[in-house]
């Protein structure tokens, strides 16, 4: 019964050799209408039993690969650019919560990038599914380049915190998402990511709160949704809950992810299809679902934090939005996240600005062609051709400047410089 209640925004692992764009995901079909966000108050649902924590000692996972597979920059590194802004911050000064399976703190790219570990479900700091380690990487991996290791972490100059509040992919108690989010909020995180979903219960709601009392912004995945749940999908929480920033996820093509929940309200969308990084035993991963866009956009909201340290929780969501490329294809919210002008623009009664070293680069995003058997299975081979594939995309679709005229500009650099 548990096993309903809480699951990881994730679609089934791939075990495939790791390419720039991992192994080439089903063709994007129609997403439904999108709903405003709204307090959940009083359609909450009663709270379920708790569960019985249990000792995690023999981990069964699935083995990754080693760094040496990695061919070529991974493609949503290439989409977002975010070292662009590494001269303005590395995201020094801001700790990040991963509420999750655990961390593999051990793994050279993490390894010292995790201040303390917490684990709130009695079995132990292992972790053991790689969900958590997963997630760390996508914001903190350290870069190790002169390694010839070329993936990287949005924010490498943030401190980790781990809360390990899940000890599988689906049999998690909701409690232990709650007592996570308050735990980190309470050891002084800035930003929670929280890349799980599960139905709304008022404990939950609360601890949302909790957090947000203390100036705490929750980046959390919209969820995912099977073919077979496509009529009947609902809202996914903590995502759906008011001030929190919900990530729905985008593929290498540069169209929603088929799997990317839709009704619920969408903030920011990120890279989400897949996703290589980090995995236990100091190997690596590619993987899919709206869990690995929300650490993207976590470790944006981190170099604008630690760029901005006056800003609240509500001015950095606003901030993620208003900055954000695209956002008219229902399901996308403000659009993709855009780090550099995340970092770099000067919003609406703003005075301070910053000259970015390169323009940010911006994103445009292929509306949804209509569902089609065969381009569901097709294989697409690309390996380090994922941008060209985002062109061809583009062009059969609708390209949205970044520029739009939502109240916010880019600096300029001086002529003169």
Known sequence: MLARRVAWCTT??????????GMAAAAPSPSPTRTAKAKPTRSARPAPQP???RQQSNCQLEQGSPASQIQGEPWAQQRLGFTDVWQQTKGGGVTVAIVDSGVDTSHPQLRGKVAESVDVTGSGLQDCVGHGTEAAGIIAARDMRHQRI?????APGVKLISIKAAVGRTDNDPRWTAEGIRKAADMGAKVINVSSQTPNYRFLQEAVEYAQSKDALIVAAAGNIQDEQRGTATAAYPAAYEG??????????GSLAQFSNAKTPVSVIAPGENI???????TYKSDSGTSFAAPYVAGVAALVRSYYPRLNYRQVKRRLELTADGGTVTGTGGGMVNPGYAVTAVLEGESRGVIPTTRPRTVSIARPEPEDAFTRN???SVAGGALALAATAIAAGVVIPAGRRRGWRPTRRDPAS
Do not use: D, H, K, M
């Open 150 to 154: 070329p993936f990287l972490g949005v």
């Open 51 to 53: 569960q019985r924590p």
């Open 12 to 21: 089934v692992l791939l075990a495939a050799q790791l390419t720039t764009t």
């Open 378 to 380: 097709l294989a697409l």
């Open 276 to 282: 290589i990084t980090t995995w236990p035993g100091g």
């Open 244 to 253: 929190v920033v919900s990530v729905g996820a985008i593929g290498p093509e």
